[in-house]
């Protein structure tokens, strides 16, 4: 609530750890009108709301109080986590058709120099407000993956790029997973109903968890696996993206495939001793390339 850690800690312990938090906000309040009232009043000293003060000052303390909660309230409630719109095409995919939308930039903002800023739409609360406020409050514009590719990936975008005239990258890239990675298909089960894939990650499923899945399902090699294991199943390819590259057996991307979801050319994060794992953390972390 912007208030220091001193004193809500002197507020505690003169109002008692069972008060309210509306008790709290007025002691801390009334200190800080005093203070202010009084020059070097001591932080340490509870402020006497009876005998040295008048009723004048009194009704001031507790307007204060009123409204420093007010405004706390006020701050919370702008600072929520943004509303995010649905659907996530912010202003036109190349899968669907462009929509004239006006968008108002400060003046400050047009024209370049250009700047672009990328972030997880989902960021924590506040993290948006922030961003825009210091790149001349332009709106962030949201995005899902998914309406242009296999793979969903929700993102904002701070910038002043022009909007207008917007068209779409040829080839267009494969939008459900038998198109982006068609030799899975032959080995993919009915009761398996994805057709996309989850937000790209840092890091993969283990080679343990591939091979539980592999046991669990050679268990059933004449039916379909009970439900209670194809759950098991589901829950950890959507978590994971693992994809299904054999008979009961599942797989996690390989980097290369990741590259080609995410735009970038084949080895595009490949060679100067890059590892592995790096690969995956670096493509985890980067732009979605294939855009309008």
Wanted: net charge positive; hydrophobic share 35%; proline share 8%.
């Amino acid at each position: 609530m912007g208030y220091s850690k001193e004193e809500a800690a002197i507020a505690l312990e003169r109002c008692g750890r069972d008060c309210s938090l509306a008790e709290l906000t007025d002691f801390i309040c009334a200190a800080q009108m005093a203070r202010a009232a009084d020059g070097d009043y001591p932080l340490e000293v509870k402020p006497r709301l009876n005998g040295d003060y008048s009723n004048h000052k009194r009704r001031r303390l507790l307007e204060c109080s009123k409204q420093r909660r007010l405004e706390k309230r006020i701050l919370t409630e702008d600072d929520e986590t943004i509303r995010l719109p649905n659907p996530m095409i912010g202003f036109g995919v190349p899968t669907d058709s462009f929509r004239r939308v006006r968008r108002d930039i400060p003046e400050a903002a047009i024209g370049p120099p250009y700047f672009y800023y990328e972030n997880v739409a989902l960021a924590p609360k506040g993290v948006w407000t922030t961003i825009s406020r210091f790149l001349y409050d332009v709106e962030p514009e949201f995005v899902d993956s998914k309406y242009f590719c296999a793979a969903a990936r929700k993102r904002g975008y701070v910038h002043n790029l022009p909007i207008e005239n917007r068209f779409p990258l040829l080839p267009l890239p494969a939008r459900t997973i038998h198109e982006a990675i068609p030799l899975t298909k032959k080995w993919w089960p009915s009761w398996d109903s994805r057709t996309k894939l989850n937000c790209l990650q840092t890091c993969i499923g283990s080679a343990k968890l591939t091979e539980r899945i592999r046991k669990a399902l050679e268990e059933y090699p004449d039916s379909e696996p009970p439900m209670s294991i194809q759950k098991y199943v589901m829950d950890e390819c959507r978590k994971w993206n693992l994809v299904w590259v054999g008979r009961n057996k599942v797989a996690p991307l390989e980097p290369d495939e990741i590259e080609m979801l995410l735009g970038f050319p084949r080895n595009h994060t490949r060679g100067g001793g890059i590892s592995r794992t790096d690969r995956y953390k670096s493509l985890g972390n980067s732009f979605q390339v294939e855009r309008k």
